[in-house]
């Protein structure tokens, strides 16, 4: 079965960092490109990032480029995302989701982000 | 740009839905295949695909749930709502990334 647990987000300040995990159970991470992608409270869904299944390929969001990196552990089987200069703005759940014909057909449960002071 | 209409969409039990979405810009990639998906997320769940590459139902969804359109204009279509239906339905756009990009959403709830 087919499973992303994401772990890691907290209350942090403004300017703070936060490295997010997702650990992955039933395939194999490499194989697949993933993503990360946030909601804001009551708000919609909005990419942030991805890495191809090489590895070596990345992209992020305008919005974070600059100041999220998003990574992977192919041992652990986990994927990654470091979060630096976190603002306001960055609160939201991050979901960890899996690209199989397309992006989303596995999201993980999400892990909730608070930038305040 | 992905824009959804409606953005509240009260209807009644049993009775059909239907959901439009339009890109600014045509979602045919250059190899032919348009991707276009649909995701619901219902109160309190994470997102769940629906319908990927326009009309391509995921495992496990109900065959009450079809996507349809081509070029920049797509609909899903709920042929009788459920009480399980409620929630917020978002179209996404995979053709021009980075970025993906979802449309704002379309609340659907039961008259």
């Known amino acids: 079965e087919v499973q992303l647990v994401e772990s890691g987000g907290g209350l942090v300040q403004p300017g703070e960092s936060l490295r997010l995990s997702c650990a992955a159970s039933?395939?194999?991470?490499?194989?697949?490109?993933m993503h990360w992608v946030r909601q804001a409270p009551g708000k919609g869904l909005e990419w942030v990032s991805y890495i191809h299944s090489d590895g070596s390929n990345t992209g992020h969001a305008d919005s974070v480029k600059g100041r999220f990196t998003i990574s992977r552990d192919s041992a652990k089987n986990t994927l990654y995302l470091q979060m630096n200069s976190l603002r306001v703005e960055d609160t939201a759940v991050y979901y960890c989701?899996?690209?199989?014909?397309?992006?989303?057909?596995?999201w993980g449960q999400g892990t909730l982000v608070t930038v305040s002071s | 740009v992905m824009t959804q209409s409606p953005l509240s969409l009260p209807v009644t039990l049993g009775q059909p839905a239907s959901i439009s979405c339009r890109s600014s810009?045509?979602?045919?990639?250059?190899?032919?295949?348009?991707?276009l998906n649909w995701f619901q997320q219902r109160p309190g769940q994470s997102p769940r695909r629906l319908i990927y590459?326009?009309?391509n139902r995921d495992s496990g969804v109900p065959d009450r749930f079809s996507g349809s359109g081509s070029g920049t204009d797509f609909t899903l279509k709920i042929s009788r709502v459920e009480a399980e239906d409620v929630g917020i339905y978002y179209c996404m756009e995979g053709t021009h990334w980075p970025p993906w990009t979802f449309g704002q959403g379309t609340r659907v709830e039961i008259k």
């Open positions: 810009q045509s979602l045919v990639h250059s190899n032919g295949n348009t991707y």
């Open positions: 989701v899996r690209d199989s014909s397309g992006l989303g057909d596995y």
């Open positions: 039933g395939f194999t991470l490499s194989n697949y490109w």
């Open positions: 590459q326009v009309s």
